[in-house]
């Protein structure tokens, strides 16, 4: 059992209902024609106009700042538990992607039997044996047993998909090449309440690849990881939903957490600016 637990589910459905709730509320609003009198003529009584002139006064500010309180209650939980569901999400997705993974190396495997079978079974060596009489017998013999044929390997994976007991949904899908190798995954997590991710990811060939992720909140990131022609280094670039990016380098051989950062936009800008503000100053 956890020590501490944050259930983003229910932060996300208390933000919605504030929304809805809200919308109740501007909905009244645009009711609002700005009168705050009414007439006997509209409204019959001479007291009905005056209480309900009373009333109107009496909630009218009450329920604009019910608006903006509203307002930022969804905002606030609605923000908050979206940036927690993208961080399940993303351990989710890259679970899923190596549970896809799994699949596609059962397959190659099996395809990789097929292929070894087909050929050693077509592949004859000379064997000498004597025969019950004494005499030396010349026989050929296929290297693998042609009776034991292994299972077609059949189509490889296209897709993973897995549905979880609370109703979230993940799903994974195989981009291939001519050349049969997977060439991109696209990985996407739903859950019950509608909030999405999703992970778009095409791999260069050599190590390297470029990861296109869609947050809950409908920005977008990306990660691009470059490795160097020997096969030693990379460099993993993170670009944020503003464009700024954030450049790392390493050895391939170590955890990219421990790789130093290289570059930072937002850095460099703020650099920039300061030294822009240290040159117009007079007294620089």
Do not use: C
Request: aromatic letters at 10%.
């Amino acid at each position: 059992m956890p020590d501490f637990l944050i259930d983003y589910e229910t932060l996300y459905k208390l933000g919605t209902k504030a929304g809805e709730l809200k919308k109740t509320v501007d909905d009244a609003q645009a009711h609002d024609t700005g009168t705050t009198r009414y007439t006997e003529d509209q409204l019959g009584s001479w007291t009905t106009p005056e209480v309900l002139g009373d009333f109107y006064q009496a909630w009218r500010y009450a329920f604009q700042r019910a608006q903006e309180v509203l307002g930022s209650v969804e905002g606030t939980f609605t923000s908050v538990a979206k940036a927690w569901f993208d961080q399940d999400a993303a351990l989710a997705a890259g679970a899923r992607q190596q549970a896809a993974q799994f699949d596609y190396a059962d397959y190659q495997g099996r395809a990789a039997a097929y292929q070894s079978w087909e050929k050693l079974s077509q592949t004859y060596v000379t064997m000498h044996h004597w025969d019950e009489s004494g005499n030396l017998v010349e026989e050929k013999v296929a290297l693998a047993d042609q009776s034991n044929k292994p299972d077609l390997p059949g189509e490889p994976p296209k897709e993973f998909n897995y549905t979880n007991p609370d109703g979230s949904t993940n799903n994974t899908t195989f981009t291939y090449g001519d050349d049969g190798k997977v060439k991109g995954t696209t990985t996407s997590v739903t859950n019950k309440d509608g909030l999405s991710y999703k992970e778009n990811t095409s791999f260069s060939g050599d190590g390297g690849y470029k990861t296109d992720i869609d947050h809950s909140d409908g920005k977008s990131t990306h990660v691009a990881m470059v490795v160097s022609p020997d096969g030693s280094t990379g460099t993993r670039t993170l670009t944020d939903e503003d464009g700024k990016k954030t450049e790392y380098k390493g050895d391939l051989k170590d955890d990219p957490s421990t790789w130093s950062k290289t570059y930072d936009q937002k850095e460099r800008e703020k650099q920039d600016a300061a030294n822009a503000q240290n040159v117009n100053n007079p007294n620089y």
